[in-house]
């Protein structure tokens, strides 16, 4: 009966504390600056020639710029992701991962983005969910994105895992000085 009376005292200062932790929860300050992809190291991104990332790391706030690029043609995505969330909705436009598949952001124009810290702090993991418009229908897709800096922070390895694609997609990229 004891027990019973000071769990159910403790249960509500335990979820508090561990919200608590979870919002104080920084981002690795290695993930910050700009960064420029290596065609030679990554995995084919056509239609684009180059992608360029801008990561603004303050605290559990991190934003991510991606840039676009072929010809005159430029696309941006921002990820405004705030790690003391549960959930960040971003806004997309565009879906840039189209490999000239006829697949475009569908739904509300909007991604669901789940972000956490892991491997102790060193890599961000996103877990994103989404619609593609394709002309067999709308198909939801679940994506995996880790974003993990090098030992000496000179590199970026960007690693995605689609629901709707059978392999992994690994970008590396250079940080720009």
Not at 54 to 70: F, N, P, W
Not at 163 to 174: A, G, I, K
């Amino acid at each position: 009966m004891l027990w019973r009376m000071m769990k159910a005292k403790i249960a509500p200062i335990f979820c508090f504390l561990s919200l608590f932790a979870l919002s104080l929860a920084e981002a690795n300050p290695q993930l910050a600056g700009k960064w420029k992809i290596d065609r030679d190291l990554s995995t084919a991104f056509d239609p684009w020639r180059s992608i360029e990332l801008e990561i603004e790391v303050d605290g559990s706030r991190v934003t991510i710029e991606e840039l676009h690029t072929t010809g005159r043609r430029r696309s941006a995505q921002v990820y405004e992701l705030d790690l003391g969330k549960a959930s960040n909705v971003v806004p997309v436009s565009l879906w840039t991962g189209n490999r000239h598949i006829g697949a475009y952001i569908g739904g509300a124009g909007t991604m669901r983005v789940d972000a956490d810290l892991v491997d102790e702090g060193r890599t961000l993991a996103l877990e994103c969910h989404y619609v593609l418009d394709t002309s067999q229908g709308s198909t939801p897709v679940r994506s995996h994105k880790e974003f993990r800096p090098s030992a000496d922070g000179d590199q970026l390895i960007v690693m995605e895992l689609r629901s709707s694609r059978p392999r992994p997609v690994l970008y590396v990229f250079n940080r720009e000085n």
